[in-house]
């Protein structure tokens, strides 16, 4: 089943447009990456499915309902959660804290859903009263996907979540999506990592200057000569 639609979309920023005609799709519990060069508009992408840009044209459906007009408050109610690649914690407040903010628009805190969190990313549990700030970079991301969770959503979108992480902590931030995505979210990402990424995902897109340039499995992907040379470093 067709979770997320993206059809012959357009969109960008005030008069600038960076994306033209762009078409994904995510199913459920899919696991999809986009890649490409800098500047080619895939974190463009994620922010126009969560309501972040200028809408110019096309659609975006979400489990049948057209979203592409909707405010960010009103699509996380739709099931979609968020996690920016730049200032994704707020950093004077603790862990848990941060946590409790991603289930803002419930009445109350679930337990559970803390609980689940926690069972995912023991760290977070270890260091509930930590000011985030002062976490690590991979912590860091760790609570700002933990975060996104709070509310279950059915589909996690996840903007360069290994960029700055060391070498070390890479393999372990893609083993805990892998994580997530195989418990029945689905996931939309864009990542800097890509033959890694690709490896991993059931389907990859290639965007160029803002328009679909290749779609296919990750694996198919990976063994094209003409993607490996001109995006993958051969």
Known sequence: MTLLNISEL?????????????????????????????????????????????????????????????????????????????????????????????????????????????????????????KAGTMSGGQQQMLAMGRALMLDPDLLLLDEPSAGLAPDLVQEMFDKIDEINEAGTAILMVEQNAKEALRRCDRGYVLVQGQNRFVDSGDALLNDEEVRQEFLGG
């Open 10 to 130: 357009d969109a960008g920023y005030g008069d600038l447009q960076i994306l033209e005609d762009v078409d994904m799709t995510v199913g459920d519990a899919e696991y999809v990456t986009i890649v490409g060069p800098n500047g080619a508009g895939k974190s463009t992408v994620m922010k126009s499915v969560f309501g972040l840009t200028t809408y110019m044209g096309g659609s975006v459906d979400f489990a049948g309902d057209e979203i592409s007009q909707l405010r960010p408050e009103d699509i996380i109610h739709k099931g979609i959660g968020y996690v920016p690649q730049n200032d994704n914690v707020f950093g004077t407040l603790s862990v848990r804290e941060n946590l409790e903010m991603g289930a803002y628009i419930l009445d109350e805190v679930p337990q559970d859903a803390l609980d689940a969190v926690f069972e995912r990313f023991p760290i977070l549990d270890e260091r509930q009263e930590q």
